[in-house]
């Protein structure tokens, strides 16, 4: 088994599963994008769309606060920092996908609505 290198946390293309639930709750989410065809689980108020679509993505097709989510954050990682590249800035990745905001977000500590779908 091959270890993987750790990811660094990155405040210009992470948002953090933190920051992201405390603006759900607040009433003041990011638009929030699935890449995942058929998801088990996302984030209520998330669209789903194809990572091919989204790394197509052009300056002028998109927001100033948009979070791309997949299972753990490396995919929606990639596509980010891809645009940000590309001049398409306000696109974020949910640091460790949906599987570090699940596991983050304990329901006994936030309560049960974590906003999971």
């Known amino acids: 088994m091959t270890a993987l290198a750790p990811?660094?946390?990155d405040p210009e293309l992470d948002c953090s599963p933190y920051e992201l639930y405390r603006r759900l709750r607040e009433g003041d989410p990011p638009a929030?994008?699935?890449?995942?065809?058929?998801?088990?689980?996302?984030?209520c108020g998330a669209r789903?769309?194809?990572a091919t679509a989204i790394a197509a993505w052009r300056r002028d097709e998109v927001g100033e606060d948009?979070?791309?989510?997949?299972?753990?954050?490396?995919?929606?990682?990639?596509?980010?920092?891809s645009l940000r590249h590309r001049g398409v800035a306000g696109v974020r990745a949910l640091f460790g996908g949906l599987r570090?905001?699940?596991?983050?977000?304990?329901p006994?500590?936030?309560?049960?609505e974590r906003y999971l779908l």
Not at 32 to 43: F, K, S
Not at 66 to 81: F, H, K, N, P, Q
Not at 100 to 106: F, K, N, P, R, S
């Open 100 to 106: 570090l905001y699940d596991h983050a977000l304990d």
């Open 32 to 43: 929030l994008v699935d890449l995942r065809n058929a998801p088990a689980m996302t984030i």
């Open 66 to 81: 948009v979070v791309l989510l997949d299972d753990d954050g490396r995919r929606a990682r990639e596509i980010a920092r």
């Open 48 to 50: 789903t769309s194809s």
């Open 7 to 9: 990811i660094r946390f």
């Open 108 to 112: 006994r500590v936030v309560g049960s």
